[in-house]
Structures are given as C-alpha cells and as structure tokens.
C-alpha cells in the first residue's frame, strides 16, 4: 500500500515569498491533515479536511496560510507572504476515520524562510 | 499552554535493557492515546495506541500503559534493540466538536540505544 506522499521534500525562499506544498493520501482515506513541526518541538496541527470540508482550521494563521483539498484527495497548503518563523518541516497525515484511529504521515517538506 | 507533556528531552539504555518513556497529559476530554517514532528526515511513524477503557496495550516488544487518574502514560520497549534508536512522541485525541481527532503532540523523547 502506498503511504502518504509529499512534495517538495525541501524548499528554501526569501521572507515575503510564497511556497505552496502538495499532499497525496493514502487511497481510501478521508481524513486529512496538515502539521507544522517547529526544530525541537512536537508537530501542531494546522487544518484538518474531512472528505474535501474543512472540519478545523482553528490554529491556522489565515492571513497568510491557505489549504485546499479539492476532490476530496489531494491538498494543498500554501503560505503568501512567509515569514522567518515559518521555517519548519510541513507534515501533511490522513486517516480512515477521525475518531480513535491512527493518523500516518508522509515524509514532510522542510521549509527554510531565510 | 502544553497539553501533553513528555518531560525528558532524552533517554539512553543499554542494549537489551527495558527503554521507559513517559508522557503526561492535561485534558481530562482525552480519550485515545498514541505513540509515534521518528527517524531524521522522515515522518513520524506509527507505533502503538491505546484507548480510554483499557489500560495496558501490547504489540510484541512494545507495551503502553495508561493510568487515567494520573494523567499519564508510558511506553515499555523490552527488549530494546539499537535500531530503536529515534524521538518517541507521545499523542492524545479526544474532545469534542471539530477538534475530536486532532492529535495533540508532546516535545518528544530522543532515545538512544547503545550496544
């Protein structure tokens, strides 16, 4: 079974730039999210799409992160303008269900804003 | 405000010997409990989950135990092998509305095992 796929692996662009990244899910699942994880800390949850609806977006800054997921399979998160703090590795996860059920991550796309 | 909770940073053991990790949690709404491995420049990866009801699970050399009136759980790697050498973290699910299914992360734990 094929996991969960991501691109880029690495990107690199200037502050006030902007950086999109992409998301293929496991086939099957409906549950889709995107993680930020910050150098030395646990990945925080940025949005989370049920088929293709958003079910939380609480913790994403809208005034610069956007995330879709057309179709209900692919996503994609884009950041316009980034910031230094920005930098970080994007974790893109789905699961089968979203209640007591385990999440599988991709690979993630290190983001380094400089 | 930190809702999970892993308090050492790091662990080294001996090949062989028994590898503890221990996580805290502070929201009582959390009611499924996880535990990922992560190797440098990959994903996190599933381990081994436990829901609220229970409060041992077991998957060969990996056991998570979960003490609700304590808020806390651990992961026990017996034996432990070099190869589980990676950052632990600790993950927590539960409430209600659109955060149910959110997983919260702890920190981490970077363990080493050494031959």
């Known amino acids: 079974e094929a996991g969960v796929a991501q691109s880029p692996r690495y990107k690199i662009i200037e502050k006030r730039q902007s950086v999109a990244f992409w998301c293929n899910p496991i086939s099957g699942h409906a549950t889709l999210y995107w993680y930020q994880q910050i150098l030395g800390q646990g990945p925080k949850l940025l949005i989370q799409f049920q088929n293709n609806g958003v079910v939380d977006d609480s913790q994403l800054p809208k005034d610069r992160f956007s995330a879709e997921r057309l179709k209900g399979v692919d996503s994609t998160l884009k950041i316009q303008p980034a910031k230094l703090e920005d930098s970080a590795v994007y974790l893109c996860a789905s699961s089968l269900g979203r209640l007591n059920t385990e999440a599988f991550f991709g690979q993630g796309t290190r983001l380094t804003v400089v | 405000d930190q809702q999970v909770k892993q308090n050492s940073p790091s662990l080294s053991v001996q090949e062989g010997r028994i590898s503890i990790l221990n996580c805290d949690y502070t929201n009582s709404m959390f009611d499924y409990f996880l535990w990922y491995k992560k190797y440098p420049a990959e994903g996190p990866t599933f381990l081994i989950s436990?829901?609220?009801?229970?409060d041992k699970n077991e998957d060969g050399r990996f056991t998570v135990f979960l003490n609700k009136s304590a808020k806390h759980l651990s992961l026990h790697i017996v034996p432990s092998q070099p190869g589980d050498s990676a950052v632990y973290f600790c993950?927590?699910?539960?409430?209600?509305?659109?955060?149910?299914?959110?997983?919260?992360f702890g920190k981490g734990t970077k363990l080493s095992v050494k031959p």
């Open positions: 993950a927590a699910s539960g409430g209600y509305g659109g955060s149910q299914g959110n997983l919260i």
């Open positions: 436990i829901s609220s009801i229970k």
